[in-house]
């Protein structure tokens, strides 16, 4: 076999880190661009954050520090005063001085000025954490009668119970954990589950609605909604225990014939039932609202649409004066000029990146502006169907790019705060030959109207569904409407069945 080299020319499309970081920041959202922002800052000594108030053309201090260093016309008046300075700040006050440093009142002085706005705390600083589940259920543990070993063993029950209330931990566990018998954690559960909320410490939803139930039994007003009947007390215990799936399927005749009893008696236990809550826990579960602020703002002006970023709360950066000048004096190429010059590189790169990132942002929603201009100025009904493809040919680039800027992006817009994924969507096809398709956002929109306004007696079925929107001119099969359903969080026909109260 005979060994040999060859000479071969080819060509090859190679992502420079340069060109993978400028991708990243153009998918990356507006908090996530601010801390690769502020990192940058930390990282690079040529990156510097302008002031708000601080236009771009003023000198800044380092820029004056600067050109004192390259000065060589300083006078020794100068020269003194700056060492007198030096010399007075080196100097150790002595006791008798600090009467002096300070104003004479400056003991009584908190008494007599009047507080500012920056003196009185933030609004952060005001704000007080609700209760949650946990802290209020250790709080009526303190008040219980156990002993403090006890108190121990519900602490840790306590603190295994999750969001809803419910004990999803074996208790068996937890008895090894904490090196007791299996019934003496029975019994430290058995003393929570008396605490309020009921239903607090189950460990299925069975057990939770039975506490519940059983606390309506010791309620007189849970008497008075159920009539203070031994027999509607068991039937309600025994609808829990045995007949949950069928309640969930509104099959409330079937219960009745099964255990011989009439339907009004099954109804009325079932309106007891439905007043029970299945997550105990739930009152105290608050979840933090994110606040989304807007990449763009599109507002109509004189007629036409304008298209205005966002950059409020973003840091603006530019190269620092001082490391300019610096490179431009600096005729040494030693390990600092080529420090600098790679801090250079990448703060221009970074510039260019952020630049190129804002206009690929404006190119993107003004294209879908024009895409959508009517959803803007009459709503979700004249919403189009569009596809990346689309905006990517109209905008000259390609559909991955479309993709990334339109990731986490936000617009406010006459409609309200919309994701830029929003105005993607397909099509549905209308009934007229010739006819325009209709987004699949607009038919989700007609499905949630019909089912709002349906008679809670009789729901509508998917099929039912089906034919009104026919009716309207639109054509969809059944399979449809249910994934849009399902979408929607809307439950099945059955599930949606509300009997009439008594």
């Not at 000594?45 to 053309?57: F, Q």
């Not at 215990?237 to 009439?262: C, D, F, H, N």
């Amino acid at each position: 076999m005979e060994l040999r080299l060859d000479l071969r020319l080819t060509q090859k499309l190679v992502m420079t880190p340069q060109l993978q970081q400028a991708i990243k920041l153009l998918q990356l959202s507006r908090l996530e661009l601010q801390q690769v922002l502020s990192q940058h800052l930390l990282e690079n000594p040529l990156l510097e954050e302008i002031s708000p108030d601080l236009d771009e053309t003023e000198d800044t201090p380092n820029e004056t520090f600067s050109e004192k260093e390259e000065g060589t016309g300083e006078s020794e008046g100068s020269e003194e005063s700056t060492e007198g300075e030096a010399t007075t700040f080196d100097e150790p006050l002595s006791p008798d001085g600090w009467d002096d440093y300070f104003e004479p009142d400056w003991q009584s002085g908190l008494n007599k000025a009047p507080l500012t706005d920056e003196e009185f705390p933030s609004y952060e600083q005001t704000l007080t954490k609700p209760t949650s589940l946990e802290d209020h259920l250790l709080w009526q543990l303190r008040l219980s009668s156990l002993d403090e070993h006890d108190k121990a063993l519900g602490a840790m029950v306590i603190g295994n119970l999750d969001e809803d209330g419910y004990l999803r931990t074996p208790l068996q566990e937890i008895a090894q954990d904490a090196k007791v018998p299996l019934e003496k954690m029975e019994a430290i559960l058995g003393h929570i589950q008396t605490f309020d909320p009921p239903g607090v410490g189950a460990r299925s939803l069975v057990e939770c609605l039975l506490i519940q139930l059983k606390h309506l039994q010791q309620d007189p007003i849970g008497e008075t909604v159920m009539s203070g009947s031994a027999e509607q007390q068991a039937l309600a215990e025994t609808l829990i225990q045995k007949y949950l799936p069928e309640l969930q399927k509104k099959r409330y005749a079937t219960v009745a014939k099964e255990l011989g009893v009439s339907l009004d008696e099954v109804c009325q236990a079932v309106h007891v039932i439905e007043g029970l809550e299945p997550k105990p826990g739930r009152p105290y579960f608050s979840e933090e609202s994110q606040i989304i602020v807007p990449d763009v703002y599109v507002f109509k002006n004189e007629g036409e649409w304008v298209v205005m970023l966002n950059e409020d709360g973003l840091p603006r950066v530019r190269i620092n004066p001082y490391y300019k000048r610096l490179m431009s004096h600096d005729e040494d190429g030693g390990t600092t000029r080529a420090y600098l010059e790679e801090k250079m590189r990448a703060a221009q790169w970074i510039l260019r990146s952020i630049d190129q990132r804002n206009k690929t942002i404006l190119k993107v929603v003004k294209s879908l502006v024009k895409f959508q201009e009517p959803f803007l100025e009459k709503g979700i009904q004249y919403l189009k169907p569009l596809v990346l493809r689309q905006v990517a040919e109209d905008v000259g680039m390609h559909e991955s790019t479309i993709s990334r800027v339109t990731t986490n992006k936000y617009m406010y817009c006459p409609q309200g705060m919309l994701e830029l994924k929003f105005f993607f969507n397909a099509g549905i096809q209308r009934a007229e030959p010739g006819a325009e398709e209709l987004s699949s956002l607009t038919v989700r929109e007609m499905i949630r109207e019909m089912v709002s306004q349906e008679n809670p007696a009789r729901p509508l079925k998917d099929q039912e569904i089906v034919l009104r929107l026919r009716n309207r001119g639109i054509v969809i099969a059944r399979r449809t409407v249910a994934k849009y359903r399902a979408e929607l969080n809307i439950a099945p026909a059955s599930q949606r069945k509300r009997i009439p109260s008594a």
